[in-house]
């Protein structure tokens, strides 16, 4: 959600700082703001509204310089985008910390510490935090022993880096519930709440784990767990080329991602199938043993995750013939369950650090599921370390706050465990080997719809004075409708709502008009011929139809009636290709209102609070 950066070296670092931020911008962008300590060992702060480019040019006006540093992009939670409340927060003048996550019990401390006689002078939980250390350290020896009894006090999750005038050769940090990286250098460490902030400095990272506190030196690091341990972590290098944040030839990196998906797709099924079948070992050891005894499957995700779990309900049913649910993890975890022993708990997450469905995944091993499978893209993630069973998707890092590759590197992942599953409860080879041989051919499949793009972007015309629109789908094809509908909403600001096609006489037939545009993904599989019955309902009431079809389908362009004839394709692999015209449409349809396409309004990327 914010964003966290921090170096400590010989050379200066406020323009580290500032690159870090503007790499970790599509998390949070509503102020920055970075804290330096000087030569003459003065901690020097600046903050502004808005976005980094902001905080970079009153840098510019008002020059700070120094070789330690903490910097900040806030996504408000507590109190409104202000400068005051921008992050780092300070107390007494020579403590600095910023921030990511939720202090649940900041009400209880502040009064305390008012009571004491501090004075608050922001709206946010985060400054109870740095007054709450200044008064530790008035009874401790060292910044360390001061962060960690601020923090036994904190109820919430968090994400913390500490700068003190009297420690000037150390930045302190802490982790619980809001991921923290700390980046190896030579003669000089770095933190971040990921690591892509400290790609122009190291490609060598440290993942702290739940609970642990480290200290941060120019030549040294020291970690602790959560029980006050010394403990050593796993330095790793980081996976993903330098270009990652670069938009190359596009405009924005949500297009430069919806073209990247042949490369990513393909990267995802790579070690993971044969050419006739699905290579179980992927999934880690033990995972044919485990597989045996899966009798049921609960998924629980958030956002587009929760869309690719639905697509994969359908997939496990008809594939593995075994029930399977899916929740939105924010409501899963608030509700009692019925936890089958045969039960094996899916979580899906982009960045692993999705707080309701680590939340959900904690709850669920506490519960007694048989085990955890996560289907991830970042390696060193919490969601990764704290489950049994892991497939990781190589979608590489995704700046657009709205998900493209990312959702299709899950539905790959998911079919493929999807297939996994099936062979244990009886898939014969034949299917097996047809779905696969399919699988082959979708990267080259997504290759030939992405060439739809300028006759996309001319439908998107349509759309320009549009303020409602309407998704439609059967089957599988509904939750590709739900995102579809989401990505709208996401980018364009339209409203969109979308439903099962053979929903539409119960109800949203009675919003169509021709005001409304609605879409529809509409593949040539045992439901079109339902689902021709459903567009009629549409044009007998005047809306205008858009219909992204099979090229083999008999249906013919009228007025009111837009087609976008799609190769054909697999009806396992339809969800995956009909995603990607959807996710074009969206694209220039937000081009054309004119929106900030990677960073819409109100919406954060890597969602690390409840």
């Given at each position: 959600?914010?964003?966290?950066?921090?170096?400590?070296?010989?050379?200066?670092?406020?323009?580290?700082?500032?690159?870090?931020?503007?790499r970790l911008e599509y998390r949070g962008?509503?102020?920055?703001?970075?804290?330096?300590?000087?030569?003459?060992?003065?901690?020097?702060?600046?903050?502004?509204?808005?976005?980094?480019?902001?905080?970079?040019?009153?840098?510019?006006?008002?020059?700070?310089?120094?070789?330690?540093?903490?910097?900040?992009?806030?996504?408000?939670?507590?109190?409104?985008?202000?400068?005051?409340?921008?992050?780092?927060?300070?107390?007494?003048?020579?403590?600095?910390?910023?921030?990511?996550?939720?202090?649940?019990?900041?009400?209880?401390?502040?009064?305390?510490?008012?009571?004491?006689?501090?004075?608050?002078?922001?709206?946010?939980?985060?400054?109870?935090?740095?007054?709450?250390?200044?008064?530790?350290?008035?009874?401790?020896?060292?910044?360390?022993?001061?962060?960690?009894?601020?923090?036994?006090?904190?109820?919430?999750?968090?994400?913390?880096?500490?700068?003190?005038?009297?420690?000037?050769?150390?930045?302190?940090?802490a982790r619980a519930g809001s991921p923290?990286?700390?980046?190896?250098?030579?003669?000089?460490?770095?933190?971040?709440?990921?690591?892509?902030?400290?790609?122009?400095?190291?490609?060598?990272?440290?993942?702290?784990?739940?609970?642990?506190?480290?200290?941060?030196?120019?030549?040294?690091?020291?970690?602790?767990?959560?029980?006050?341990?010394?403990?050593?972590?796993?330095?790793?290098?980081?996976?993903?080329?330098?270009?990652?944040?670069?938009?190359?030839?596009?405009?924005?990196?949500?297009?430069?991602?919806?073209?990247?998906?042949?490369?990513?797709?393909?990267?995802?099924?790579?070690?993971?199938?044969?050419?006739?079948?699905?290579?179980?070992?992927?999934?880690?050891?033990?995972?044919?043993?485990?597989?045996?005894?899966?009798?049921?499957?609960?998924?629980?995700?958030?956002?587009?995750?929760?869309?690719?779990?639905?697509?994969?309900?359908?997939?496990?049913?008809?594939?593995?013939?075994?029930?399977?649910?899916?929740?939105?993890?924010?409501?899963?975890?608030?509700?009692?369950?019925?936890?089958?022993?045969?039960?094996?708990?899916?979580?899906?997450?982009?960045?692993?650090?999705?707080?309701?469905?680590?939340?959900?995944?904690?709850?669920?091993?506490?519960?007694?599921?048989?085990?955890a499978l996560s289907i991830c893209n970042?390696?060193?993630?919490?969601?990764?370390?704290?489950?049994?069973?892991?497939?990781?998707?190589?979608?590489?890092?995704?700046?657009?706050?709205?998900?493209?590759?990312?959702?299709?590197?899950?539905?790959?992942?998911?079919?493929?465990?999807?297939?996994?599953?099936?062979?244990?409860?009886?898939?014969?080879?034949?299917?097996?080997?047809?779905?696969?041989?399919?699988?082959?051919?979708?990267?080259?499949?997504?290759?030939?719809?992405?060439?739809?793009?300028?006759?996309?972007?001319?439908?998107?015309?349509?759309?320009?004075?549009?303020?409602?629109?309407?998704?439609?789908?059967?089957?599988?094809?509904?939750?590709?409708?739900?995102?579809?509908?989401?990505?709208?909403?996401?980018?364009?600001?339209?409203?969109?709502?979308?439903?099962?096609?053979?929903?539409?006489?119960?109800?949203?037939?009675?919003?169509?008009?021709?005001?409304?545009?609605?879409?529809?993904?509409?593949?040539?599989?045992?439901?079109?011929?339902?689902?021709?019955?459903?567009?009629?309902?549409?044009?007998?009431?005047?809306?205008?139809?858009?219909?992204?079809?099979?090229?083999?389908?008999?249906?013919?362009?009228?007025?009111?009636?837009?087609?976008?004839?799609?190769?054909?394709?697999?009806?396992?692999?339809?969800?995956?290709?009909?995603?990607?015209?959807?996710?074009?449409?969206?694209?220039?349809?937000?081009?054309?209102?004119?929106?900030?396409?990677?960073?819409?309004?109100?919406?954060?990327?890597?969602?690390?609070?409840?």
């Amino acid at each position: 959600m914010c964003g966290i950066v921090g170096a400590i070296s010989q050379r200066p670092v406020q323009e580290i700082l500032l690159e870090g931020l503007r790499r970790l911008e599509y998390r949070g962008y509503d102020s920055a703001g970075l804290a330096v300590l000087n030569a003459a060992g003065e901690i020097q702060r600046l903050r502004e509204v808005g976005k980094v480019q902001a905080l970079a040019d009153k840098l510019h006006e008002y020059p700070v310089s120094g070789s330690r540093g903490i910097a900040h992009t806030r996504w408000a939670t507590h109190g409104k985008p202000s400068e005051t409340n921008a992050h780092p927060h300070m107390s007494g003048g020579d403590i600095a910390i910023v921030h990511n996550g939720i202090i649940e019990n900041f009400e209880e401390i502040r009064s305390e510490l008012k009571g004491q006689g501090y004075e608050f002078v922001s709206e946010t939980d985060t400054e109870v935090v740095v007054h709450l250390i200044h008064r530790e350290l008035q009874s401790r020896s060292s910044l360390k022993e001061a962060v960690s009894a601020a923090i036994s006090i904190l109820d919430g999750a968090y994400a913390l880096a500490v700068l003190c005038q009297a420690f000037p050769d150390e930045i302190v940090v802490a982790r619980a519930g809001s991921p923290l990286v700390i980046g190896v250098g030579i003669g000089e460490n770095f933190i971040a709440s990921d690591p892509l902030a400290l790609l122009p400095v190291t490609d060598r990272f440290i993942y702290l784990e739940e609970g642990d506190l480290a200290c941060i030196k120019r030549d040294k690091v020291s970690i602790h767990d959560a029980e006050g341990n010394p403990v050593e972590r796993e330095r790793v290098q980081f996976e993903h080329g330098h270009d990652s944040a670069d938009k190359g030839e596009f405009r924005h990196f949500m297009m430069k991602e919806i073209f990247e998906q042949p490369k990513v797709l393909a990267a995802t099924l790579s070690g993971r199938i044969s050419h006739t079948q699905v290579l179980e070992a992927a999934f880690g050891t033990g995972a044919k043993g485990l597989f045996d005894n899966v009798g049921s499957v609960q998924i629980v995700a958030c956002g587009t995750s929760y869309h690719a779990g639905l697509v994969a309900r359908y997939w496990i049913e008809e594939l593995a013939g075994i029930p399977c649910q899916v929740e939105v993890a924010s409501e899963y975890r608030y509700r009692k369950h019925v936890v089958k022993p045969d039960m094996l708990f899916v979580t899906i997450s982009q960045s692993g650090e999705t707080a309701d469905t680590l939340a959900a995944l904690r709850q669920a091993k506490a519960e007694g599921f048989k085990a955890a499978l996560s289907i991830c893209n970042v390696p060193g993630s919490s969601l990764v370390r704290e489950s049994d069973l892991v497939l990781m998707t190589q979608a590489g890092p995704e700046i657009g706050v709205a998900s493209t590759k990312a959702f299709t590197t899950q539905l790959i992942a998911l079919l493929v465990f999807s297939i996994a599953l099936a062979k244990r409860h009886g898939m014969d080879q034949k299917t097996e080997k047809e779905v696969v041989e399919a699988l082959h051919q979708l990267p080259d499949l997504v290759e030939k719809i992405l060439a739809y793009n300028d006759s996309i972007k001319e439908l998107s015309a349509h759309f320009a004075e549009k303020h409602h629109s309407l998704f439609l789908g059967r089957g599988a094809m509904y939750p590709i409708a739900m995102e579809g509908a989401l990505k709208l909403k996401e980018i364009s600001y339209i409203h969109a709502e979308a439903y099962p096609a053979g929903e539409l006489k119960h109800g949203p037939l009675a919003l169509v008009d021709k005001d409304m545009p609605v879409i529809t993904v509409a593949p040539n599989n045992e439901l079109l011929e339902k689902l021709k019955s459903n567009l009629q309902e549409v044009r007998a009431r005047g809306g205008e139809l858009f219909v992204f079809t099979d090229e083999q389908v008999t249906l013919e362009e009228a007025e009111g009636i837009y087609l976008v004839r799609l190769p054909s394709v697999h009806n396992l692999i339809a969800p995956i290709a009909y995603t990607v015209p959807l996710q074009l449409l969206s694209y220039h349809v937000a081009v054309l209102k004119g929106t900030d396409v990677d960073q819409p309004r109100n919406l954060a990327k890597s969602v690390t609070v409840e």
